[in-house]
């Protein structure tokens, strides 16, 4: 059964950064296009970033464009989130998912095309 297992969660201030990790394991890492969602109380799951099998293509929601930077080693068989300059509406639980895709499949945004799933990590960013 395929496992990924978020960390580097936490509480920081307006304006900081942390670097949240997804471990996968009993999966092809490389066979999988890797994303990042958060979903905030009341509010439905977001997509923030995703990045491709290899890495060369990655996309990104508005709202973190610039700030975000979402990573990958294939080898480690782990996917990162970099974030900075990080502001009170970022405070969400943050999961990772997986695609299995072709490695010419264009990537997606849609919640619904990822298999798998982390159990998430809180982000609480305060003013």
């Known amino acids: 059964q395929v496992q990924l297992a978020e960390s580097g969660g936490g509480l920081v201030q307006a304006g900081g950064s942390l670097r949240l990790s997804c471990a996968a394991s009993?999966?092809?890492?490389?066979?999988?296009?890797m994303a990042w969602f958060r979903q905030a109380p009341g509010k439905e799951r977001e997509f923030i970033a995703v990045?491709?099998?290899?890495?060369?293509?990655?996309d990104y929601a508005d709202s973190v464009k610039g700030r975000f930077t979402i990573s990958r080693d294939n080898d480690k068989k782990t996917v990162y989130l970099q974030m900075s300059s990080l502001k009170p509406e970022d405070t969400a639980v943050y999961s990772c998912?997986?695609?299995?895709?072709?490695?010419?499949?264009?990537?997606?945004?849609?919640?619904?095309?990822?298999?798998?799933w982390g159990q998430g990590t809180q982000v609480t960013v305060s003013s």
């Open positions: 009993r999966i092809t890492f490389s066979r999988y296009a």
């Open positions: 990045i491709s099998r290899s890495g060369g293509n990655t």
């Open positions: 998912a997986a695609r299995h895709t072709i490695l010419t499949a264009p990537i997606s945004r849609a919640d619904r095309d990822y298999e798998h």
